[in-house]
């Protein structure tokens, strides 16, 4: 006989209303007091799971306004769902308090699944998945991933790794490096063609499930931007290390399946590899600004130790170009001076 789980003790007052509004959802039919914590993401948003009298279990958002906004997951739950991959579907809504009831893709992560056993599977999976995605792609349907957003996710680097994170103030010359090698890195970004990006697809945001693999979660800031995005989110992880022959190997395989089913890559693959080198470092500098704002102003510090990787990915790739040298310059006096405070990671 299976155990019921007690219910959550807390005061948190939305835990109470979403508790009370899946008491009065007939269909499905819940048992509320089941509900648990499932779990949290980087935003304000969080997931419970609760239980259902046939044994099934269901999955309940909390994404508390105005901070947070269901409606654009609910769109793109919908957009990604009739491309025929995996995601939740939404089962029932409260929009203007920011509660859904979703279908439960369970709670094993790609993260807690991998090694060198499963990774080739898996990230197939993903990679044929993703395909899937950007063969549905159309302009005018999700908001674009202009220069100006690229641009502003780049500027959390300076703003939050380097001023706050480092506690360094960059020179007007140093400010001045950075924001030409942005320049650089955005061209590239902005001539790539254009599809759905899903945005955080990575190890945390794919569930294996045994048909149909992989289960895609957390895509509610989907955009139309530059094709190589996901594939680096998927393979430069920000939570998991692969060697760089692996990635190429995966890389290959990607712009070979992309080429054969039409998709708009750069057509050898020297040209691809650049591109996802200069996209990832996009997404590299975004990302150590994120988790460096995370931790100093959402209190989240648990990301501060996936810095050093994430900072390693951005070494690496700009090392490999002439156009890119400024960067690792300014990198090597930021360690510099870092070093001569005693500061460490």
Do not use: C
């Amino acid at each position: 006989m299976q155990s019921i789980p007690p219910p959550l003790v807390t005061s948190d007052e939305r835990l109470t209303q979403l508790q009370d509004w899946l008491k009065h959802i007939s269909a499905p039919p819940l048992n509320a007091e089941t509900i648990r914590t499932a779990s949290a993401d980087a935003s304000f948003r969080r997931y419970f799971r609760v239980d259902a009298p046939d044994g099934k279990t269901y999955i309940a958002m909390d994404a508390p306004p105005p901070q947070e906004n269901v409606r654009p997951y609910i769109q793109v739950a919908h957009l990604l769902g009739e491309t025929g991959v995996s995601v939740p579907r939404v089962l029932a809504h409260d929009i203007e308090r920011g509660f859904l009831l979703l279908t439960d893709l369970g709670s094993t992560t790609y993260l807690a699944e991998l090694n060198l056993q499963t990774a080739h599977t898996l990230y197939m999976d993903a990679i044929d998945a993703l395909l899937q995605i950007q063969m549905h792609s159309q302009p005018g349907v999700l908001p674009e991933y202009d220069r100006e957003l690229l641009l502003r996710e780049l500027m959390l680097f300076p703003d939050w790794y380097i001023a706050k994170h480092l506690n360094i103030s960059l020179s007007d010359k140093q400010m001045a490096d950075l924001m030409k090698v942005f320049d650089i890195i955005l061209a590239n970004n902005m001539a790539q063609p254009q599809v759905y990006v899903h945005r955080d697809y990575h190890s945390r945001n794919l569930m294996v499930l045994p048909n149909a693999n992989p289960g895609i979660l957390d895509f509610q800031d989907a955009v139309y931007g530059p094709i190589t995005y996901d594939l680096a989110s998927l393979l430069r992880d920000a939570y998991v290390r692969w060697d760089e022959e692996l990635i190429l190997d995966w890389v290959i395989r990607y712009w070979e399946r992309a080429r054969k089913v039409g998709l708009p890559v750069a057509p050898d693959i020297d040209s691809f590899y650049r591109d996802f080198e200069f996209m990832g470092l996009q997404r590299h500098l975004k990302v150590l600004g994120i988790f460096a704002r995370l931790n100093y102003r959402d209190g989240k510090s648990a990301y501060i130790k996936d810095l050093p990787l994430v900072m390693d990915y951005t070494r690496r790739a700009a090392q490999r170009y002439v156009e890119l040298a400024p960067l690792i310059r300014l990198l090597d006096a930021l360690e510099n001076k870092t070093a001569q405070v005693g500061y460490t990671f």
